[in-house]
C-alpha cells in the first residue's frame, strides 16, 4: 500500500466564476477498503498492538462504520484477530443483510452486539472487563480509530509541497484527522472541518489534539446527522461524479465538498484562495446506503 496520494484539481465553473481553486487530495486510492484517513489511523496502532504482543485487535461501531471494515481487512492482512463491538442489538438477527458488517465477517471479525445504551458507556471498566473475560486479552482501538497514535498517522496526510495552499479540508467524525491536520498543518494555514454529526461537542475532543487553535469547524452540512443524507445531497453527489469521475461517500466527504461549493457560491473565500480539501475514502459505505435508499424510494448514488 503506498502512502503518498496524488492532488486532483477540481474544475468546475463556480470555481472559475469566484476565481477559487480547489484540490483534491485522492487519499482514498491508498486502499480499496483501508482507505484514506482509517489506514493513517490504523498504522502506528498496528505497530503498537504487534510490539506489545497482542493477538486480538477490538473496537467499537456503528452498522455502517467504514471503521469497523478497514480494522476487519487490516487485522486478517497482518495476522490479529478482530472482534466489532457494534452498536445496537437489534442488529444482531439481521446483519447478514449489511454490507459493512458482511465485508467485515468475511475478513474474519467476530461481533459482539451491544444495546445503544450500554454502548454511551462502551468506555466503562465494567463493558471492558467483560469484553477481555469473553475475548481475551485486546488491543483497544477506540471508536472511530482516534487516539494519540492515530492522530500521529493522520500528520502524515499532507506533504511538505501542501503548503502552497490557503486552507485545508476535512470531513470530521471522531475529530482525529482534523487534530492530526491542525497539528500538520503550515503556520499561514487554515484548516476547516465539516463534521458529519449535530451539534458543537466535537470541540473540546479535538482541542486535546489540536491545540494551535488554526482550525474551525463549519457546522452547516451535517444534512441531519451521521449516516443522514438528503435526495439533494445524492444528487450533488452523482453530479459531481459526472463531471469529474470522483465517487464521494455520502457520510464525510460528499457533505464536506457539498459545504465548501456552498461556501465558495456565498463568497466566503476571497478571490485567488488555494484550497485543498482531504478525500478521507469510505466508498465502502455506498453499497449500504443505496439499499437503505432504496427502500426509502430515493435516487441512488452512483458506483
Known sequence: ??????????????????????????????????????YRKLKYNLEE?????????????GAFSNHIAATAYAGQLHGFKTVGVIRGEEIAEKWRGNGTLKLA??????????????????????LLAGLEERFGKFYLLPEG????????????????DDAVFDVVCCAVGTGGTIAGISNAAHDSQKVLGFPALKGDFLQEDI??????????????YHFGGYAKLTEALVQFINDFNLKTQIPL??????????????????????????????????????????QSLKKKNLPLINI
Request: aromatic share 8%.
Open 145 to 160: 480509530g482516534t487516539n494519540a497514535l492515530a492522530i500521529k498517522g493522520c500528520e502524515e496526510i499532507l506533504t511538505p
Open 49 to 61: 498492538a504487534r510490539t506489545k504482543g497482542f493477538g486480538t485487535l477490538l473496537t467499537f461501531g
Open 249 to 290: 461517500d455520502p457520510v464525510y466527504t460528499g457533505k464536506m465538498v457539498y459545504g465548501i461549493l456552498d461556501l465558495v457560491k456565498n463568497g466566503y473565500f476571497p478571490p485567488k484562495t488555494k484550497i485543498l480539501a482531504i478525500h478521507t475514502g469510505g466508498l465502502q459505505g455506498i453499497a449500504g446506503m443505496n
Open 1 to 38: 500500500m503506498g502512502e503518498v496520494t496524488k492532488n486532483q484539481e477540481i474544475n468546475l465553473a463556480i470555481l472559475a466564476e469566484k476565481a477559487v481553486s480547489l484540490v483534491l487530495k485522492r487519499e482514498d486510492r491508498i486502499h480499496p477498503l483501508i482507505s484514506g484517513n482509517k
Open 105 to 126: 465477517h468475511s475478513h474474519g471479525m467476530e461481533f459482539n452486539f451491544i444495546s445503544r445504551e450500554a454502548y454511551r458507556n462502551k468506555d466503562s471498566k465494567a
Open 207 to 220: 482541542c486535546k489534539f489540536a491545540p494551535r487553535g488554526n482550525w474551525k469547524l463549519i457546522t452547516d
